[in-house]
């Protein structure tokens, strides 16, 4: 899986360079990026310096979009979100003629997402798609089912948490999940609204759906959560805070990515071998369960003094074998549906069997059709979430001013 410079190098023929990525350090992403990157040198003998970026998809946007308006070359590589490539293409070179057919192997709607303008401007790194966590242990202990609707999880939390309380732990909640005004809380009342037939903020065709009734309904609901079954605190959770709180044995759902079941299932975490995971909960008996796509890509800056060594670190990284390490160790999913019939991945983690139309279906964001808007997008509706999730405002509300701001943005088109 090493391109031709690299071969090169390995003969003889070429002096050794330095390439630079950007990973994140949410979970166990920095360790495997590091051990990855440092196989890939092993093989080529080039180096490879791992740069940090904020764990806020939010914060790490603006920094990359501060690095490339300045046509830096300091980051060969940069990580971005699936939202990312319609807003970040102009910088990104094509990946197409480096990867000899090797995107053609992964899932057909993430390469049609990394494309734009008929260029491959990032490869599929790891997908993912919001789950449910829960506690197996408790449920069984107060003869709790798993709950199907979130009005199900709702009154179950609140049952559980009010005995569990009773029997000592008043540090117990129900329900953990990402609250902080921010591109996980986008990610998190996407799934709320799409649970409930209330569409994905605006549709394909462009058009401001996120005021309806179904909408309302959902983010009353969650609004109840707060200073209920969730600590107010959520109100400033990413998924680390979430996590903490559930591995710690202080929760009994938590909704967040797959990446957090190998952690919960270390041999230190508290709750190892009493975690369950599901689809999450439908928005009643007529909804549908639905998880926000999300997932990472590897791209190569157009400012890169390197950009066929940088290629061929993205190839490198994004193959099966690099891939099926990453499952069956940090439990990140893989972007290339082979691995999820592979029986070493599905003893490691056996959800992604179980949740393979999960990954493969998630409910995009509208990143494909507002373009380069999307962040002004995800930035009105996550702020206009948390005002009623925080008690600001009425849901009813923050949608009408939602749908009046966002027809603003769109009104000459996205």
Request: hydrophobic share 40%; charged share 20%; proline share 6%.
């Given at each position: 899986m090493i391109g031709s410079a690299a071969a090169c190098l390995m003969s003889g023929g070429l002096q050794a360079e330095t390439i630079t990525i950007s990973c994140g350090a949410v979970g166990a992403e920095r360790q495997l990026c590091e051990e990855g990157v440092a196989a890939w040198s092993g093989k080529?003998?080039?180096?490879?310096?791992?740069?940090?970026?904020?764990?806020?998809?939010?914060?790490?946007?603006?920094?990359?979009?501060?690095?490339?308006?300045?046509?830096?070359?300091?980051?060969?590589?940069?990580?971005?979100?699936?939202?990312?490539?319609?807003?970040?293409?102009?910088?990104?070179?094509?990946?197409?003629?480096?990867?000899?057919?090797?995107?053609?192997?992964?899932?057909?709607?993430?390469?049609?997402?990394?494309?734009?303008?008929?260029?491959?401007?990032?490869?599929?790194?790891?997908?993912?798609?919001?789950?449910?966590?829960?506690?197996?242990?408790?449920?069984?202990?107060?003869?709790?089912?798993?709950?199907?609707t979130w009005q199900q999880l709702t009154d179950t939390a609140e049952a559980v948490m009010k005995a569990e309380r009773k029997a000592g732990n008043d540090r117990f909640w129900g329900f953990v999940w990402q609250g902080r005004a921010y591109e996980g809380l986008t990610c998190d009342a996407l799934e709320w609204v799409a649970s409930h037939n209330g569409g994905t903020i605006v549709n394909a065709d462009g058009d401001v759906t996120i005021n309806n009734p179904q909408a309302i309904k959902a983010l009353g609901l969650a609004s109840g959560w707060v200073d209920t079954i969730s600590p107010r605190a959520v109100l400033n959770y990413t998924e680390e805070e979430a996590r903490g709180v559930f591995q710690s044995g202080n929760a009994l759902f938590m909704r967040n990515w797959p990446y957090a079941w190998s952690l919960a299932q270390s041999d230190d975490s508290p709750v190892k071998g009493k975690v369950g995971v599901v689809a999450l909960p439908k928005g009643g008996e007529d909804g549908r369960h639905a998880g926000t796509l999300g997932g990472w890509q590897l791209a190569v800056s157009k400012y890169s003094e390197n950009p066929e060594l940088a290629a061929d670190l993205v190839r490198y990284l994004t193959s099966y074998e690099e891939q099926k390490r990453r499952a069956i160790e940090g439990s990140y999913n893989p972007t290339l549906p082979e691995l999820y019939r592979d029986e070493e991945v599905l003893a490691a983690v056996p959800f992604f069997g179980e949740l393979f139309e999960t990954f493969k279906n998630g409910v995009p964001r509208p990143s494909s059709v507002t373009g380069e808007s999307y962040g002004r997008v995800s930035n009105a509706f996550f702020n206009s979430v948390h005002s009623v999730l925080s008690g600001e405002a009425e849901p009813e509300q923050a949608m009408g001013a939602l749908e009046r701001d966002l027809r603003r943005l769109g009104r000459r088109g996205w």
């Open positions: 080529t003998g080039n180096e490879v310096q791992v740069v940090s970026t904020p764990n806020s998809a939010t914060e790490r946007l603006s920094l990359y979009q501060q690095l490339l308006a300045a046509q830096s070359g300091d980051v060969d590589i940069f990580q971005i979100d699936v939202v990312w490539p319609g807003m970040l293409a102009q910088h990104m070179i094509d990946l197409t003629p480096h990867m000899d057919g090797a995107e053609s192997g992964h899932f057909e709607a993430l390469v049609r997402n990394n494309t734009v303008d008929g260029r491959l401007v990032a490869m599929p790194w790891f997908t993912d798609a919001g789950v449910l966590y829960y506690r197996k242990d408790l449920l069984e202990k107060y003869d709790q089912p798993v709950p199907r």
